[in-house]
């Protein structure tokens, strides 16, 4: 099993339509944890980072939450775009900076 | 652009033949990394270059050897490889090696591999 979950694993939302992505993780001993979004025919590029002390953290439409205590995060999009369709994963790194990456969810924005 | 460039972009081979995937950093970074994404797994952790150095090797077969020649290049070499290992293989850099996880990784845009 993965040490970090996310869901859905897909999700089809109309354009100007809010929508949450989950990443559960198991990862220990806890150190950050990224969202990145990931175009079709491109590679990762990094939205936002949490540590263990922060529980929100915004980068335009976008914004991330982190739960310690529970080991979920969430990534909130906002008035979704076209341009929102993408993977969007979610990555936990351990305090010995080992990286787990979840399988990511793939979202499509519709018209 | 994210300052990480990757060639060819598409790569259809054989089994019997020998490839070489090629990375490219213009970003100053002292780390480079591979990784292999299969469709609908999380990425995988291939090979770590740490200022030149292999830092690790996440138990790769041998059908696949990187190259570091400075910390602006790193290739892949690919040999006798398998229909399995059809992926997008990614490319990545970041500064400092040794505070990696906190340090973005900047990707490059993969090459899609397909082994016919």
């Known amino acids: 099993k993965n040490q970090v979950e996310q869901s859905p694993q897909s999700l089809i939302i109309l354009e100007g339509k809010n929508c949450t992505l989950q990443?559960?993780?198991?990862?220990?001993?806890?150190?950050?944890l990224r969202w990145y979004k990931q175009d079709t025919g491109r590679g990762p590029v990094s939205l936002t980072i949490m540590t263990f002390s922060e529980n929100t953290k915004s980068n335009g439409r976008y914004t991330a939450t982190l739960d310690a205590d529970t080991k979920q995060s969430s990534l909130h999009i906002t008035a979704s775009q076209l341009s929102d369709s993408a993977s969007y994963i979610c990555?936990?790194?351990?305090?010995?900076?080992?990286?787990?990456f979840g399988a990511g969810t793939r979202l499509t924005v519709k018209p | 652009e994210t300052g990480v460039t990757q060639t060819p972009r598409h790569l259809v081979m054989g089994m019997t033949n020998k490839k070489s995937l090629k990375c490219e950093q213009h970003l100053g970074h002292n780390a480079m990394y591979w990784y292999k994404q299969s469709a609908k797994k999380p990425l995988e952790l291939m090979f770590v270059?740490?200022?030149?150095?292999?830092?690790e090797n996440n138990s790769v077969p041998s059908r696949f050897s990187p190259e570091c020649p400075n910390s602006s290049h790193l290739f892949l070499h690919l040999h006798t490889l398998q229909p399995e290992d059809s992926a997008l293989y990614l490319c990545a850099s970041s500064q400092d090696p040794l505070a990696s996880s906190y340090n973005e990784q900047f990707f490059g845009p993969g090459t899609r591999l397909t082994v016919l």
């Open positions: 270059y740490n200022f030149k150095e292999q830092t």
């Open positions: 990443c559960n993780y198991t990862v220990s001993p806890f150190s950050n």
């Open positions: 990555v936990v790194s351990a305090i010995d900076n080992d990286m787990r």
